[in-house]
């Protein structure tokens, strides 16, 4: 079974930086889609960013591009999103997901997506 391990969240400042991690097992990065979805408070879960198996395609929700980058670093096994000029708005339960094995289409919905961690938070406020 895959473990899928977010960290990074916390308390941040209007205009502020985050980097969240996302702690992988089994050759996850290297083999699977990853994303990173994010629930606000009260609504519904959306994708923020994705990134392909070899981490050269990504794909990002409109409200994060060229604030948000996503990375993973293979031989870690470990999947990144930096988060900058971050906005109440960005409130919100961060997590990484994968694809199943056999999904190589760049998606930014759940159900594309088999595997979660538990989620880490991130709170934007002065």
């Known amino acids: 079974e895959v473990q899928l391990v977010e960290s990074g969240g916390g308390l941040v400042q209007p205009g502020g930086s985050l980097r969240l991690s996302c702690a992988a097992s089994r050759d996850t990065a290297a083999r699977y889609l990853m994303a990173w979805f994010r629930q606000p408070p009260g609504k519904q879960r959306e994708g923020v960013a994705v990134i392909d198996r070899r981490g050269t395609k990504t794909l990002y929700r409109d409200s994060v591009l060229g604030r948000f980058t996503i990375s993973k670093d293979n031989e870690k096994d470990t999947l990144y999103l930096e988060m900058n000029s971050l906005t109440p708005r960005d409130t919100a339960m961060y997590y990484c997901?994968?694809?199943?094995?056999?999904?190589?289409?760049?998606?930014?919905?759940?159900?594309?997506?088999?595997?979660w961690g538990q989620g880490t938070m991130v709170t934007v406020s002065s």
């Open positions: 997901a994968r694809a199943r094995e056999t999904f190589y289409e760049l998606s930014l919905l759940p159900h594309d997506f088999t595997d």
